[in-house]
């Protein structure tokens, strides 16, 4: 299971690079927006900045809604360093524009991901990732896993080779549940990868190891 970080802050994509566990970065326009990364320039250098940090994939989204715009600003992302992975929206010109990046050889990620058929649409058009966002679901009453799980057993049935990528994962038992289900890649914050870590009963053997080492010294 790969590790992304979903987060535009190199601080954070730094600590997460250095744990040794990241597998690559997503981001988007509200992401970017959080840092204070404004106006094309600045957007397209935070993204090479980003991946001179890691070693993985890149998600860097377009922000253009039609078939030509996606194209021309795909291409120029995907020019910008061989780890850009160009983020294209689950609408019509969207999937469009995935089957058009496919066929040239370009990575793509399809973003706003809802349901079992657009994520096969978006197999269908050879996307490199799909992106189903399921703490949003959680958000509205619907079950954001149950969604994994479905993408996971078509995905499975016919062969595909597009990677679930389990994004808008809000905590750590979202990664521990989408690792249960076989989604090959989960996007989250740091504090999802970090909460892995934690148990107390790691940190009351670890105190007692150190303090029966200095009875003996
Ligand atoms: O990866 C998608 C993500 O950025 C959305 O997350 O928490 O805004 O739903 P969230």
């Known amino acids: 299971m790969k590790f992304f970080i979903d987060t535009a802050n190199l601080e954070q ?32 250098k935070h993204y090479v ?5 890691v070693d993985g994939d890149v998600s860097a989204e377009v922000i253009s ?3 030509e715009g996606m194209i021309k600003e795909g291409e120029e992302l995907a020019e910008l360093h061989s780890q850009i992975v160009v983020k294209a929206p689950m609408i019509k010109d969207g999937v469009k524009a995935i089957k058009y990046f496919t066929d040239k ?60 990528l389990a994004a808008s994962v809000r905590h750590t038992m979202h990664v521990i549940d989408c690792a249960k ?27 007692k190891f150190l303090a029966d080492y200095q009875k003996g010294n």
């Open 13 to 44: 994509i730094r600590e997460a690079q250095a744990l040794g566990v990241l597998d690559g970065v997503t981001t988007n326009p509200s992401l970017m927006a959080k840092e204070g990364i404004t106006g094309k320039n600045n957007i397209l």
């Open 181 to 207: 289900i076989g989604a090959d890649v989960m996007t989250g914050p740091l504090s999802a990868i970090e909460g892995l870590l934690k148990h107390p009963l790691t940190d009351i053997g670890l105190a």
């Open 65 to 67: 809604t039609d078939f």
């Open 105 to 164: 050889g370009i990575r793509t990620n399809c973003t706003l991901v809802f349901s079992a058929g657009q994520a096969l649409l978006a197999a269908k058009a050879g996307a490199t990732y799909v992106s189903p966002f399921i703490g949003r679901l959680d958000d509205i009453s619907t079950d954001g896993l149950n969604l994994i799980s479905e993408i996971r057993h078509i995905y499975d049935n016919y062969g595909f080779d597009t990677q679930i």
């Open 49 to 53: 900045d980003i991946c001179e940090i």
